[in-house]
């Protein structure tokens, strides 16, 4: 192959040397990547276009050998594998300066895994009851931490079959996965075309298949299914909960997604260009969003409705370097050679720099308002944050502790039963589809051998979590206990007495210290909170809505909050009873899912009207006079009526009206003076959350212990010393504090604004009332602080801004006081918008992307990204027949190979019996074909549906990568084999053909091991799982190795430790090239396993095309 060209000209080029090895990849904008490689054909060097490298070398060792890699910047790892005298295998994988992982693996697979800080992990395998051996599963997986909690899950599989002889012939399959005593089940039923999922609390979920295996239903016993409609081509056409529609879908001619439509026929559109790249999408309202790219398919410019443009500049190895606003003001960023970022320039001039450890961890961020270090503690189980403050040598420091900081997966399945954290409304998907993804940039970033990971949103690896210890300005210190599950069951602030969780057998909350968490029905979804003075009780709609909450103190209903929706999911009405007295509110908003008026008793008390962009233009409140504010083309607001707005360089405001504002280079605001002088400022942790506000009043403390939920404020110290510790429901809603030893519950509305706070007496405390864009209209008790704000944020009490993770919020302006910190990547044009100007019915937690509010329905349609190859045509059952017409670009596919006139015949005739349905079963087919007489070892009938012709399918890879046009003719047939989609395929092409195969392969390993692609859908009138029918070479471990030594290709070493390592993965990356190049060159060839024969016959056109491309 020495190019490849999409539709508009963008052309790749590949260079090879001796023995064909790949010794230069050029990218359509002329960036080149070059590859050495040893005398054996090994690689040993990488070369990117800016002089980034990584240099491989093979050493012997006494017991195996030793492979080796350093980079440019001197980052260093190692992996040795070792062949002991009793037949094991030993791996050591020894990266990130956080010591080694060990494997050690027996000739069974078995397998014994140690981890840096003295977790283990030990896996046993037993053979299938279908296919023995040669498909063996976990059965047992013990895994213990360094402080001695073990967990044992054991997994047993039946199978029933209709001919015990033949492993194909299956009427039903029941795994069961016990886990320390809690056992699941998921049972497949081929006659009714069930998937059951039973949970170990008897929750259950049940998924029902069509006959090409597509999920047309899914349920949960309770409540309404969600039903999903296919087209001819097997493209989304419907998804319907109930009655109501959730979206319907439309294609272009090339089967990619082109529209979508609500229920209520508000529809956005999407235009792409010949390579399938999203080139303008039109909201419902008609405003239209247009998109540009460079050649290697980058997003370089984004012209928003109001004709603002946005460009986007990229690296020659496609990093993004920054931005720039239709002011011109730039953002810039720099790399080191690991292509991690070490510089961010603001327009400003303020700069963000990141240093990096030998091992490429992030070791200290440094800009001018403060320095945080980063330090690992691998033998303590610990990790520390240090924020220092330039103007100040008090630190913040966060010490986090594990038992396990690394707590693998040890259940066999996903749980089917989960609650979901956002809320899947029409509009909200909308929302997210109107800008592509172009990556999303991340504050902090390090990875240690499952050390915490700072990725700006602060997420970090499911370990076992056992301490976060604050001091300096903001001092507290959480200690967390866990059951034999794994299940958190206990939390010890400081030395208060600890909070107790009990949980049921699906590990849900059922109580929290003094207050019990009901649930009914078959779901989970939570009904009731009480501890006897505090009485909580929720309503649920059909669908999984809220749809009714009521708060009672000592028997009296002090709150009832009742909501009505659209067809859209959207909140449309709300009526609420505050201490006996009731309003009712409804809600209008436009097309495009933005709050344009509310009314009470069918009188407007509220009216918005926005601009092209999504800027609020005017208001009114009322009988107040109408308001209206003014804008420049960055969306930053210049006016509010008569109070002026500043912001500077950098996007942050700096002046409202007589307040001023003064923010770092990362978002946080340090500083704000009142119009009366008076000064407040404001303390963070590492992560870039408030710890800390102060003033002539003193310092209130603010502390995050709820590991789920790193913004959820916990607790708050006030200057006296009380002690407030917060207590939250499962949506994130207060429902009760301790303020010392006093108790006071809470009533929120349905986004977590507290209206209505009483003591444990029953007495009202404070009542508060806001418009729907967060503005404060009543404040029953001023002097009584209430750290918790609209929409569960953290209020400022003074400056009105409401702190939601990494951002402010001005509800007086209904907008951000900075923009969206990850950009264009959270699907908005406007990077000022406060949740798509839908404050009824989203909330932002986080600062950086909106989400659902009330209610979450516990069933989601089935992902796809716009752009994505759908599975187009289907196969038609024995005795049925398709339109060959439908079938055109296969014939084009085959027509269009490097395969022998005869082989393309013989595959033609192949097809067409096959969509003729001219056939009884598919071994009759299979045996009237020469060319693929013992086929299923390499074509498995059973997927032609999502793979057509298997490897035949590989042929045609040149065809679907970087978006060319042959991308549109093959998803007309497949769903390419490497479950990529057309965005997908544009990075591979930029990372070079080493990438490419090395992922191609990969999935190959998938066909190989007898298991499903990711993200496949087998028809049900296929057999399923063919397990041996997959694999194109069987053979022992022993033998793979031998031959895998006697030849020369690239990535020798990389192939030979997978396949030592694990047999499952025999011939994953190159190792599949070598033995068809070598070894199945027209003739048949004999391999052993178990003691078994088998025999491949394949013809000599397909192989020799099959190993070119």
């Known amino acids: 192959m020495a190019t490849i060209a999409n539709s508009s000209a963008e052309t790749a080029s590949f260079t090879y040397g001796n023995g064909g090895l790949l010794s230069s990849f050029s990218d359509p904008k002329g960036n080149v990547y070059r590859f050495e490689y040893d005398e054996l054909g090994r690689l040993k060097s990488r070369e990117a276009p800016d002089g980034s490298f990584s240099l491989l070398s093979r050493t012997p060792t006494e017991k195996g050998f030793k492979v080796a890699r350093i980079t440019a910047s001197g980052e260093e790892s190692s992996y040795v594998t070792e062949r002991l005298p009793d037949g094991k295998e030993r791996q050591i994988n020894k990266c990130c300066g956080a010591g080694s992982i060990a494997a050690l693996t027996d000739k069974k697979g078995n397998q014994t895994i140690s981890y840096p800080d003295g977790s283990t992990l030990i896996e046993e395998k037993q053979p299938d009851p279908r296919f023995g051996q040669l498909v063996p599963f ?97 493209e989304l056409l419907l998804v319907q909960q109930g009655k109501q529609t959730i979206l319907s879908y439309s294609y272009d001619e090339f089967c990619r997604l082109s529209g979508m439509r609500n229920s209520e026929g508000n529809e956005i559109n999407y235009v792409c260009d010949e390579s399938g790249r999203i080139v303008e999408s039109t909201l419902p309202s008609g405003k239209v969003n247009k998109f540009s790219y460079d050649a290697n398919g980058n997003l370089t410019e984004i012209t928003v409705s109001s004709g603002a443009v946005h460009q986007l500049n990229y690296n020659t190895t496609n990093l993004a370097l920054g931005s720039t606003n239709p002011q011109r003001g730039n953002t810039n960023s720099e790399y080191n050679s690991e292509q991690k970022p070490i510089n961010k320039l603001l327009p400003s001039g303020r700069a963000i720099k990141n240093s990096y450890d030998r091992y490429g961890n992030l070791r200290r961020v440094s800009y001018p308002e403060a320095d945080i270090l980063i330090n690992y503690l691998p033998k303590a189980r610990g990790f520390q944050l240090i924020r220092t403050p330039a103007d100040t040598d008090t630190a913040q420091k966060i010490a986090f502790g594990f038992d396990a900081i690394l707590a693998p997966q040890l259940g066999f399945m996903e749980t089917a039963i989960a609650r979901q954290n956002r809320q899947r409304d029409s509009q909200k998907l909308l929302l997210n589809a109107i800008i592509p993804d172009i ?74 210290g003094d207050f019990q968490m009901e649930r009914q029905g078959c779901y989970d979804l939570l009904t009731g909170i009480s501890n006897g003075f505090l009485q909580v009780s929720l309503e649920y709609d059909d669908i999984g809505r809220i749809v009714k909450r009521t708060h009672a103190v000592k028997g009296r209903v002090v709150y009832q909050l009742s909501l009505g929706y659209d067809g859209l999911y959207q909140i449309v009405q709300k009526q609420e009873t505050v201490l006996g007295k009731t309003k009712t509110y409804d809600y209008t908003l436009d097309r495009d899912g933005q709050l344009i008026r509310v009314a009470e008793k069918g009188v407007v008390v509220e009216s918005y009207s926005y601009d092209d962009n999504g800027n609020r233009i005017s ?33 942050f405001m700096t002046q409202r009206g007589a307040t001023s504002f003064e923010y770092s280079s990362r978002g946080e605001l340090m500083k704000v003076t009142l119009p009366d002088g008076k000064v407040i400022t404001y303390a963070y942790d590492g992560v870039g959350r408030r710890v800390a506000r102060s003033s002539d009043g003193g310092t209130y403390e603010y502390l995050y212990g709820n590991p789920e939920k790193p913004f959820q404020v916990t607790a708050v110290r006030e200057p006296s010393g009380v002690l407030s510790v917060c207590y939250y429901d499962d949506l994130g809603f207060l429902f009760a504090m301790q303020r010392d030893e006093d108790w006071y519950y809470v009533a929120t509305d ?54 939601f993770g990494f951002r402010d919020y001005d509800p007086a302006s209904g907008r951000w006081c900075a923009k969206d910190p990850i950009g264009f990547a959270a699907g908005d044009s406007n990077l000022y918008r406060y949740v798509n100007l839908n404050p009824v019915g989203l909330v932002d937690r986080s600062g950086e992307q909106p989400e659902g509010a009330s209610q979450i329905p516990v069933l989601d349609p089935p992902s ?105 003719n093959f998803f007309d047939t497949i769903r390419w084999p490497f479950n990529a989609t057309s965005r997908e ?56 190795t031998e031959f895998i030594n006697n030849y020369s290709f690239k990535n020798k070493d990389k192939v030979i430790r997978e396949i030592n390592g694990s047999f499952s993965s025999m011939f994953a990356s190159g190792a599949v090239k070598s033995v068809i190049k070598e070894r199945f060159e027209n003739r048949n060839i004999e391999f052993e396993f178990s003691n078994e024969s088998h025999r491949i016959e394949l013809g000599q056109g397909m192989i020799d095309d099959l190993y070119k491309q």
Not at 1014 to 1030: C, K, T, W
């Open 138 to 234: 976990t059965k047992r997986r013990v895994f213990t931490t360094p402080g001695g909690k073990m967990a044992t899950v054991s997994s047993t599989r039946t199978v029933k079959l209709t001919d015990p002889k033949d492993p194909l012939t299956v009427e039903k399959i029941v795994d069961t996965v016990d886990f320390n005593g809690r056992v699941s089940t998921t049972t497949y039923d081929l006659q009714q075309r069930l998937v059951t999922y039973t949970s170990p609390g008897g929750r259950q979920r049940i998924s029902t298949l069509d006959e090409k295996g597509r999920v047309t239903k899914s349920e949960i016993p309770g409540l309404e299914p969600v039903h999903f409609n296919y087209g001819e081509r097997g």
């Open 864 to 968: 796809f990204s716009s752009g994505e190859g759908v599975v187009c045509p289907a196969i038609p059952q024995p005795g049925a027949t398709a339109n060959p017409g439908d079938y055109s670009s296969v014939f084009n596919t085959i027509n269009s190979s490097n395969l022998s006139d005869g082989d393309k015949a013989e595959l033609t005739n192949f097809v067409n019996d096959i969509i003729s349905g001219n056939y009884e079963d598919y071994d009759s087919i299979r045996d009237r074909h020469k060319a693929y007489k013992n086929a299923q070892k390499l074509l498995d009938m059973r997927g032609i549906n999502s793979q057509w012709f298997g490897a035949a399918a590989i042929v045609t890879q040149r065809n679907a990568i970087g978006g060319a046009e042959g991308v549109t």
């Open 439 to 512: 990556g999303l940039e991340k504050a902090l970033s390090q990875q240690a051998d499952g050390f915490l990971a700072q990725f700006g949103t602060f997420s970090y690896d499911r370990g076992l979590i056992t301490e976060i210890n604050y001091s300096g300005v903001a001092q507290g210190r959480y200690r967390y206990r866990y059951d034999e599950n794994f299940f958190l069951v206990g939390v010890k602030l400081d030395d208060r007495p600890e909070t107790i969780l009990q949980r049921d057998a699906d590990g849900l909350l059922v109580q929290l």
């Open 985 to 1040: 395929t544009d990075k591979f092409l930029r990372e070079g053909n080493e990438h490419l195969f090395a992922y191609n392969m990969s999935n190959l390993s998938h066909i190989l091991r007898g298991e499903d692609i990711p993200g496949f859908e087998i028809p049900a009138h296929f057999p399923a799982d063919r397990g041996l029918d997959y694999a194109l070479v069987v053979c022992e471990q022993r033998k793979v």
């Open 619 to 651: 208001w009114q409140l009322g009988r107040a006079n109408p308001q209206t504010a003014k804008y420049d083309s960055q969306d930053r607001i210049l006016e509010l009526g008569n109070v002026a707005y500043q912001f500077d360089d950098d996007g």
């Open 750 to 803: 349905q986004l977590g604004t507290p209206i209505v706070v009483l003591d444990a007496t029953g007495e009202t405390v404070k009542v508060v009332e806001y418009d729907s864009f967060g503005n404060q209209i009543v404040d029953s008790n001023p002097g009584f602080v209430f750290p918790i704000g609209f929409a569960a944020g953290l209020v400022d009490w003074e400056t009105k801004l409401v702190r």
